[in-house]
């Protein structure tokens, strides 16, 4: 009965990633159009590590990796590589994860922003030789921050009461109701 458990929340988190990695890919970048939007992938992964564990954000940063690598130019692996360690490192604060606690998922996603943003920048430094680093901290950088944390309130929320409601219809499942 445990395995069936897992398997039911590894595909229902599949199919979230792959839903919100079509919505970041397609519909925001029309939306906001400047240059930045926020990193919908990275909110996600940043919360399922915090919420679940490191193992749990670590898969899912290699899957969210995987589709953003397919779509991206650059060497093939830098957006996984850059989601594991995000998923792996908000993963260590799981001791701290209480149900309505945002103060620490807000600092963890300001974290996770600024390593995505500061590693594109590296690669980007690294491939062209040069980067124009003021322009990409005003213009780039610290709205996707602004807007991603704003973001995030909401998107947290949603995660949190879809964990929640998972959860309690996995419990009422084992309970013996006759």
Same mark, same amino acid.
């Given at each position: ?47 399922? =590590?915090?919420?679940? $564990?490191? /193992? %749990? ?5 290699? &899957?969210?990796? @995987?589709? #953003? ?17 995000? =998923?792996?490192?908000? $993963?260590? /604060? %799981? ?5 309505? &606690?945002?103060? @620490?998922? #807000? ?21 062209? $030789? ?11 950088? @610290? ?36």
């Amino acid at each position: 009965m445990k395995i069936t458990k897992v398997i039911k929340r590894v595909l229902i988190d599949f199919l979230l990633i792959t839903g919100i990695y079509l919505l970041q890919t397609s519909f925001l970048p029309f939306l906001f159009g400047s240059g930045f939007c926020p990193n919908l992938l990275l909110i996600l992964i940043s919360a399922m =590590g915090f919420i679940y $564990g490191s /193992f %749990t954000g670590m898969l899912s940063g290699l &899957y969210a990796g @995987l589709l #953003m690598d397919s779509s991206a130019s650059g060497p093939f692996g830098y957006y996984m590589l850059i989601f594991v360690v995000i =998923g792996y490192v908000n $993963g260590l /604060f %799981t001791a701290f994860y209480y149900d309505d &606690y945002l103060t @620490l998922p #807000m600092i963890l996603c300001v974290i996770s922003e600024l390593i995505y943003n500061a590693s594109l920048i590296f690669l980007k430094f690294i491939s062209t $030789g040069n980067v124009d680093l003021s322009y990409s901290i005003k213009k780039i950088v @610290l709205p996707e921050i602004f807007f991603s944390l704003l973001i995030t309130l909401l998107l947290y929320r949603v995660i949190l009461h879809f964990n929640r409601a998972l959860d309690y219809k996995e419990d009422k499942r084992g309970q013996n109701v006759a």
